[in-house]
């Protein structure tokens, strides 16, 4: 079973740009979230995508967006960087055949905006 | 790797005592609730989790207790080890919130040999 992993590890963006990261889910999920933590904070639910659609979202403005790939594996883009977008960038993914709340985590996606 | 916690509230245990670690929570809707472990360059891991018709549940070496009149949730680690070393997070969700986990603050643990 392969677990969820993230693409890439670290990055450097200067404000203004955008940024693409990626997640694979673990084998047999079909359903990614995005989350946010900022050094020394508990993850933010950024949103949630299922069957290829946006199923919730928390309070972050629409540069953040994401798509859900037929594979389940999934993107997030954000538009127009600013500084307090740094933090590590979590993907988790669920399955809802199972009925299951649990979520894994992959390792994130550290990203620095200077 | 990176520091996850630099300003949490850190708890100090002795290799060989218990740990507990505490969570309050604020939506008395949620009715699932999990504790994760994170390392230090990693994302969290799943520890333990219970739903909102239990008060207590047992893993291997973890309990975790539920106090939903006052919206407490504790984690009990026997026997802590140096690789319980870690921040430790509480997180909650509810039925209207899908799958959307919100999370607490998080607590350093810090095991001494």
């Known amino acids: 079973e392969t677990g969820v992993t993230q693409s890439p590890t670290h990055l450097i963006k200067t404000r203004g740009q955008q940024v693409t990261l990626r997640c694979s889910s673990q084998?047999?999920?079909?359903?990614v979230s995005w989350y946010q933590q900022a050094l020394g904070q508990g993850p933010q639910f950024i949103f949630q995508y299922y069957r290829e659609e946006e199923n919730g979202r928390g309070n972050f403005p629409p540069r953040f967006s994401g798509l859900q790939f037929p594979n389940y594996s999934s993107e997030l883009n954000v538009n127009a960087l600013e500084l307090d977008d740094s933090a590590l960038y979590l993907c988790a993914s669920s399955s809802r055949r199972t009925g299951s709340n649990e979520q894994f985590f992959g390792p994130g996606t550290r990203l620095t905006v200077l | 790797g990176e520091s996850v916690g630099l300003h949490l509230p850190t708890l100090s245990v002795q290799e060989g005592d218990n740990s507990i670690i505490n969570c309050a929570y604020s939506?008395?809707?949620?009715?699932?609730f999990i504790w994760y472990k994170q390392e230090s360059g990693k994302g969290p891991q799943f520890i333990i989790d219970i739903r909102s018709n239990m008060d207590k549940r047992q893993g291997q070496r973890v309990t975790v207790l539920l106090n939903k009149t006052v919206k407490h949730l504790s984690l009990q680690i026997a026997a802590t080890q140096p690789g319980d070393s870690a921040v430790y997070f509480c997180a909650e969700t509810a039925p209207a919130a899908g799958n959307k986990l919100t999370f607490g603050g998080g607590t350093r643990v810090l095991v001494k040999p």
């Open positions: 084998s047999g999920h079909n359903t």
């Open positions: 939506n008395s809707a949620s009715d699932y």
